[in-house]
């Protein structure tokens, strides 16, 4: 079947080998008819430059040849096409290419990718996380295994030894292995997708969407798993933020667990595990090559791969978005802040003390200083509860207690109305609930010391109530409680029991 939609002939070797042939025809027969009417001098020269006009055409006729099938024994490095932009292999009608692409990482290091060449948008990559130098070769072997090495070692192979016998490239973006029998398939891209899913790929339970890390080194996962689709934070214990099932603009034929998933030009169908149809959200309105991407922010966008306008070729996003409110990210601001739908970030009153609203407690368990739980401010929840387990039911005294006994956890949230208790070992940012969300009390573990700038003797709203000894130019001792978290200086102190006071972040232990 694949065999009949491909020829084998080299996509750009006809009309150049048809071009080179003709020139150098010209040249020969201009050869040969100066060397008739030439006198033996100036024959000379022109016998010289006819050589350099064969030589600088014989350079460009040479150059990196496209191609539409792979066969073992075959071996590319990015520098073997640099002429060719990486690209060494095309699909039948042009529409996708296969080969290497600078990284993100630095423009000396290459992925190995397919790219819908129109909008230049990589749809799937070999290497992700682990660019390439230029030097560094993509090798189908005589064996029939396809494999990417660098510097001596494997860094991707699709394990096929001794059963790969042909390589192409369909006009859907699915990269193909064929068998010797030259019609099954025995690999393809489609089945490993990377961070992109394509119209009329499927994806199914096992499959996962892993994004690109991103500048606070969270990765992000889309997976079936459990008869829903979610995506996952990838926090040291993954923590689920949105759910297929949950989401309010699902259309629903029927119940049922969901098993596998396809995109087309307007909508992403749900099915079950029998192949029946569950439900469906629609994402556009007319007929188009669409793509989801898993962003590095942990968004799924969704995008038509090619657009026109006034002549112009370009990728086009869509305003249809998961998670619908951006505030639903686990990071769409700094750990510990409040996401306000529409405003922005916002630090909760109770950490504004803290260096960029975070308490820095990273391993509690490891610490031996003492711990309090400072309460946030009302209507502020995280995302995490409304797809993790609760603890058993109880009251709030019982759930602080959970908490404050358990020293991995450093957040406590507890619905006031259930009695579900919630613990967190690690959060992203914090939200500002919607008034249908359940009435809930929020918590976060400060450290019980000042600093370490003297005796703790309290703590309101997560601040700190320290003493703090001051030193007079007369070297009496006197004492002052301060609440703050922060380097304090004489100059901040407004009286012999101040309350609060400005100044950079760290305290001093003594004052003069």
């Known amino acids: 079947m694949y065999e009949q939609q491909y020829s084998q002939m080299n996509i750009a070797s006809k009309p150049m080998f048809q071009m080179c042939v003709m020139v150098a025809s010209l040249l020969i027969a201009s050869g040969d008819v100066a060397a008739a009417r030439q006198q033996h001098a100036r024959m000379r020269g022109f016998v010289l430059l006819r050589m350099l006009v064969i030589a600088n055409l014989w350079i460009i006729c040479s150059g990196s040849v496209q191609k539409q099938v792979l066969l073992p024994g075959f071996s590319v490095s990015e520098n073997d096409y640099i002429d060719n932009n990486g690209t060494f292999l095309l699909s039948n009608g042009f529409v996708y290419g296969f080969g290497f692409v600078t990284s993100s990482v630095s423009e000396s290091s290459y992925l190995l990718s397919v790219v819908h060449l129109a909008s230049t948008s990589v749809v799937w990559t070999a290497n992700a996380n682990s660019p390439v ?25 699709a394990n096929l030894s001794g059963k790969g016998a042909s390589i192409r490239l369909l006009d859907s973006g699915n990269l193909i292995v064929l068998g010797k029998d030259g019609s099954s398939l025995v690999w393809q891209s489609l089945s490993y997708p990377t961070n992109t899913l394509l119209s009329g790929q499927s994806f199914t339970d096992g499959m996962t969407l892993v994004s690109q890390s991103s500048t606070n080194n969270i ?8 008869g829903d689709m979610r995506l996952y934070a990838g926090f040291q214990n993954p923590q689920p933020y949105w759910s297929a099932v949950l ?36 994402i556009a309105q007319q007929n188009d090559t669409l793509a989801v991407v898993l962003s590095d922010n942990g968004s799924l966008s969704f995008r038509i791969l090619l657009q026109i306008a006034d002549g112009t070729r370009y990728m086009a996003s869509l305003p249809f978005a998961i998670p619908e409110d951006s505030c639903d990210m686990p990071a769409q601001c700094d750990p510990y802040s409040v996401c306000i739908s529409g405003a922005g970030c916002q630090c909760p009153s109770a950490l504004s003390t803290f260096p960029n609203c975070n308490p820095g407690l990273i391993s509690p368990c490891n610490s031996k200083e003492d711990f309090q739980l400072a309460q946030l401010d009302s209507g502020v929840g995280y995302i995490g509860t409304r797809f993790t ?3 058993a039911r109880t009251n709030i005294i019982g759930c602080k207690d959970a908490c404050m006994g358990n020293c991995s956890c450093i957040a406590m949230f507890f619905e006031q109305k259930s009695g579900n208790c919630f613990l967190f070992n690690q959060i992203g940012s914090l939200q500002k609930k919607g008034e249908r969300e359940p009435a809930s009390v929020s918590f976060i573990k400060v450290s019980s010391y000042c600093c370490h700038c003297g005796r703790t003797v309290g703590c309101h ?3 700190c109530l320290c003493w703090l ?19 304090v200086s004489p100059d901040d102190i407004w009286s012999t029991n101040a309350v609060y006071l400005h100044g950079a972040p760290r305290c001093y232990k003594q004052l003069r």
């Open 469 to 487: 000894q001051h030193l007079s130019s007369s070297s009496e001792a006197t004492f002052t409680l301060t609440r703050t978290r922060r380097w």
């Open 219 to 226: 990765s992000y996962t889309l997976g079936i798993t459990s």
């Open 389 to 391: 387990r609760p603890l």
């Open 247 to 282: 989401d309010t603009r699902l259309l629903v034929d029927m119940n049922g667990d969901i098993y596998s998933s396809n995109l087309n030009s307007t909508s992403w169908y749900f099915y079950d595990k029998s192949g029946s149809l569950l439900s469906r959200l629609n």
């Open 133 to 157: 130098s230029h030097t560094d070769a993509f090798v189908f072997d005589k064996d029939g295994n396809a494999y990417l090495r660098s510097q001596g070692s494997t860094v991707w192979t």
């Open 461 to 463: 709203r997560g601040s």
